[in-house]
Nanobody, 128 residues
């Protein structure tokens, strides 16, 4: 399974970006898809996730109400719409695919170290 993230860039605070993650080599509809991010000197953290089948979404508290995750099973792609961006959102954003069924943020936090499929990341920089 290969994941290719794109859409990162430089944006001013308050602006918006949409990240995409295209998946190939597997059955996309059977994967829960997650977005994580890692800022310099910090651990990778969960941002948002969407389950397979019925598309249950989960968000970190820090992005709730500003970010929206969605998936298009016909295009094998997951998206992360990011609005009202803040300088603290600056990080490399990674997408991940996992066969487990996720229903809440705590399950993503608990399991992310055992997720096997990761994209290479796309850099988001938010200037103040």
């Amino acid at each position: 399974v290969q994941l290719q993230a794109s859409g990162g860039g430089l944006v001013q605070a308050g602006g918006s970006l949409r990240l995409s993650c295209a998946v190939s080599g597997g059955t996309f509809s059977s994967y829960s898809m997650g977005w994580f991010r890692q800022a310099p000197g910090k651990e990778r953290e969960f941002v948002a996730g969407i389950s397979w089948k019925i598309g249950i979404t989960s968000y970190a508290d820090s992005v709730k109400g500003r970010f929206t995750i969605s998936r298009d099973n016909a295009k094998n792609t997951v998206y992360l719409e990011m609005n009202s961006l803040k300088p603290e959102d600056t990080a490399v954003y990674y997408c991940a695919a996992d066969g487990r069924f996720y229903t809440d943020p705590s399950s993503w936090y608990r399991n992310y170290r055992s997720i096997n499929y990761w994209g290479k990341g796309t850099l988001v920089t938010v200037s103040s």
